[in-house]
């Protein structure tokens, strides 16, 4: 989801053995301009002084925190001062380098969470936000495909229409049906639960295309398999996602797209079995939160997010860690009353808690031709602990499915390493004959805007090329295929082959949605006998 965080760089420093009393790692506080400086005539003036000398009291702030990282606490020095501050007021936090601990810790382990509960608030909670798809229990079919102006999930998927249904599981299980679906268009239902593990499936590659009944049950419910129910799956969180996709051939398939999504239910397990409801659930007054505001909030939406995902064997101590800084059910004070010098530690902690994340996205993923290969998803039992990858996951493009049901090779750079910028260059990608992406279903080639990793506006609203198309496409010949990756038209003859691009940097996506196992694959993740051919820079 939108969650591609760019966390700003507050201070860059290096640690220092030994402390200078009048040496700080930011450099002299005071004004360059000397004292005239210091007198302004205009309000505009005043402003501008009084917000540069916000920023220089969280700067000295922050050099404090970082200071003591270098062994040079005294006693009068802010940090002492500002737990002094703390114990006054009667919170019983952690030291600052606890403190900074165990914020980082927090980053890496609640970002995926965080990002979770912020689109399930605009898709779910909000009806008046831009993302509002239908409330809890109901099924949002959305009768198109992604485009430019779906901002709340980057690298949103435009191949399937989705359907969209976050389930409340807290007063008792919910029942999806499916309709039968004609062998050659492929499907998916998606479950992934509030710590974002992909909890199972239902569809094409999972169940087959017969019809059939599904039970969703929360972390609470015990008890036996009703009649009629093919499969029973469990969430760990009282609230969920259900990801529906149904495969688009062409613009004019879309109303047996529609006929298909019609056929999808969800229904309380007391009205499928046609007895009385239990008590409905008590209602919830949730923190507001969107996907645009994680990076200012992020610690807010966490403190909230955290009363909905139940504590596991997996986390159990570091919830308690957490709650020790002011966070998650079980806290002994607010974090909103931390002293400026836990804050300043916290917000250093996120930087470099986001700095692993993105070394770890650089490195759990084997480079080939320029296209990074891994597998970042998959439920409980695959992650085991390991947030790192959970978060890498979330960062990369939340949501994303196992890798038995759908492959996303990513790059930003051509096959020698170049920065793909369509700004300057035009580019190519050639599949050789025979050599096309090997799937079970159907595979794709989206184009995203490299900072922001969404889709962009472009003039035939084409956001992928994907395998439906190619008979419409012009092969080489020697029967390879040619894309061209380019912000303008290749020309009336080769457009059905143009992937539109910005006058920017870009960020592509292959899919390949069930992807074969047997050779030529591209499984095992990193290591299959197949490989994407590289992005080409045009002569």
Not at 49 to 70: G, N, P
Not at 143 to 172: F, G, I, K, M, Q
Not at 270 to 290: D, I
């Amino acid at each position: 989801m939108r969650a591609a965080l760019r966390m700003p760089i507050l201070v860059r420093y290096r640690r220092r053995r030994a402390c200078k009393k009048t040496a700080s790692p930011l450099g002299p506080v005071s004004s360059s301009r000397g004292p005239a400086a210091t007198v302004r005539g205009s309000r505009s003036e005043r402003q501008k002084d009084k917000m540069k000398t916000e920023r220089m009291k969280w700067l000295t702030v922050l050099a404090a925190a970082i200071s003591l990282t270098a062994g040079c606490a005294s006693k009068v020095d802010p940090i002492n001062l500002g737990a002094k501050a703390d114990a006054a007021k009667g919170i019983a936090a952690p030291s600052i380098a606890e403190t900074k601990a165990i914020a980082e810790e927090a980053f890496i382990y609640g970002l995926p969470i965080v990002m979770n509960y912020a689109v399930m608030y605009e898709f779910a909670v909000d009806s008046k936000s831009s993302q509002f798809k239908a409330p809890f229990n109901k099924i949002s079919n959305e009768h198109h495909v992604a485009t430019y102006e779906d901002t709340a999930v980057v690298t949103p998927n435009s191949d399937t229409p989705y359907s969209v249904l976050w389930l409340d599981l807290r007063a008792e299980p919910m029942v999806i049906s499916v309709p039968a679906v004609e062998r050659k268009r492929y499907y998916s239902v998606q479950l992934i639960d509030g710590n974002t593990y992909n909890y199972g499936y239902i569809g094409t590659r999972a169940t087959g295309n017969e019809p059939g009944h599904y039970m969703v049950v929360g972390p609470d419910w015990k008890g036996q398999t009703p009649p009629g129910i093919k499969k029973v799956f469990a969430s760990t969180t009282p609230y969920s996602l259900s990801l529906f996709r149904t495969q688009l051939f062409s613009p004019k398939d879309i109303s047996n797209v529609e006929k298909v999504q019609a056929g999808y239910k969800a229904q309380p397990l007391s009205a499928f079995l046609k007895r009385p409801a239990p008590p409905a659930a008590p209602a919830v007054n949730f923190l507001p939160a969107t996907t645009a505001g994680i990076k200012q909030n992020y610690f807010e939406y966490l403190d909230a997010a955290l009363q909905y995902v139940p504590v596991t064997p997996e986390d159990k101590a570091l919830r308690a860690r957490l709650a020790r800084i002011g966070m998650g059910p079980g806290k002994t004070f607010e974090f909103k009353d931390l002293s400026l010098e836990h804050k300043a530690a916290i917000l250093l902690a996120m930087k470099e808690g986001d700095e692993k994340v993105e070394k770890y996205m650089a490195s759990a993923v084997k480079s080939i031709n320029g296209w990074r290969i891994g597998s970042y998803f998959g439920d409980r039992n695959y992650y085991n602990g390991d947030w790192l990858r959970r978060a890498a996951g979330a960062k990369s493009g939340v949501y994303g499915n196992d890798a038995a049901e759908a492959m996303y090779p990513l790059t930003r750079v051509t096959a020698t390493g170049e920065t793909i910028d369509t700004s300057k260059h035009k580019y190519t990608i050639t599949f050789p004959a025979g050599q096309l992406p090997p799937v079970n279903s159907f595979w794709s080639v989206t184009m995203y805007d490299g900072k922001s990793q969404l889709l962009i506006k472009n003039p035939i609203n084409r956001y992928l090329i994907n395998s439906p198309m190619l008979p419409a496409m012009k092969k080489n010949a020697d029967g390879s295929l040619t894309l061209y990756i380019q912000k303008d038209s290749p020309g009336k003859a080769l457009e059905a082959n143009w992937l539109p691009a910005p006058n920017d940097t870009v960020y592509l996506v292959m899919r390949l949605y069930w992807p074969k196992e047997s050779p030529p694959s591209i499984l095992p993740a990193g290591a299959g006998t197949w490989k994407p051919p590289g992005i080409v820079a045009s002569k």
